[in-house]
């Protein structure tokens, strides 16, 4: 079962004094749907976040299967510039499968690293993307909006070309950047504890 909280926001810094973005016109004059810095974020926009990373994943993947190396390694760094917040500083980027003394990547190159290996400053990563991946579902356990910020829990469940599933426990964090834009600021991703 899905919980969504709607929250107050809890400090008024969290606008960053944000001006409202000009909306851009179409053809004809309408404006185009564009969200200001500081609207509220919604359900179905982090949702569709969320949908729009699997999808990336996947056509990583499926890019690293069918062609060489700067392909699939071009293509991920546009999806990490498209969806995470590297470009505002910082991200909090917990990866699935990054060891000491390299668990936590806050850099674009460690991020990138992570997903499709191939940096010698990142010697133990093999390419969290170059796995095969064909489907790829998020299930939220719960979303937490506070304004322009929001946060959500739950699984990542993932299928390779043979049909092999990985279930990942994964926590999301998204603010708008200057454009309008979710960006990823928060990614913690951890395999499900399994008792002994």
């Not at 990942?168 to 603010?175: A, E, F, I, M, R």
Request: charged share 15%; with cysteine; hydrophobic share 40%.
């Amino acid at each position: 079962m899905k919980t969504t909280y709607l929250l107050a926001p809890i400090a008024a810094g969290l606008a960053l004094a944000a001006a409202p973005v000009q909306a851009k016109h179409h053809e004809g004059g309408h404006p185009a749907a564009q969200a200001a810095t500081y609207a509220p974020i919604t359900v179905a926009e982090v949702e569709a976040a969320q949908q729009a990373w699997c999808n990336a994943l996947v056509a990583i993947s499926t890019e690293a299967d069918t062609k060489v190396l700067p392909a699939d390694k071009a293509l991920a760094g546009q999806v990490i510039d498209s969806t995470y917040a590297y470009g505002m500083g910082p991200v909090l980027f917990k990866p699935t499968l990054a060891a000491a003394p390299q668990t936590f990547r806050p850099t674009r190159d460690g991020a990138l690293s992570y997903f499709v290996g191939d940096d010698a400053t990142y010697p133990n990563d093999g390419g969290f993307a170059l796995k095969h991946w064909r489907s790829c579902e998020s299930e939220n356990a719960g979303i937490l909006i506070t304004g322009n910020s929001a946060m959500s829990m739950g699984n990542v469940s993932m299928w390779d070309d043979k049909g092999n599933l990985t279930k990942v426990d994964k926590t999301w964090g998204y603010v708008r950047d200057g454009k309008g834009k979710l960006r990823i600021v928060l990614h913690h991703s951890s395999l499900p504890y399994a008792a002994s």
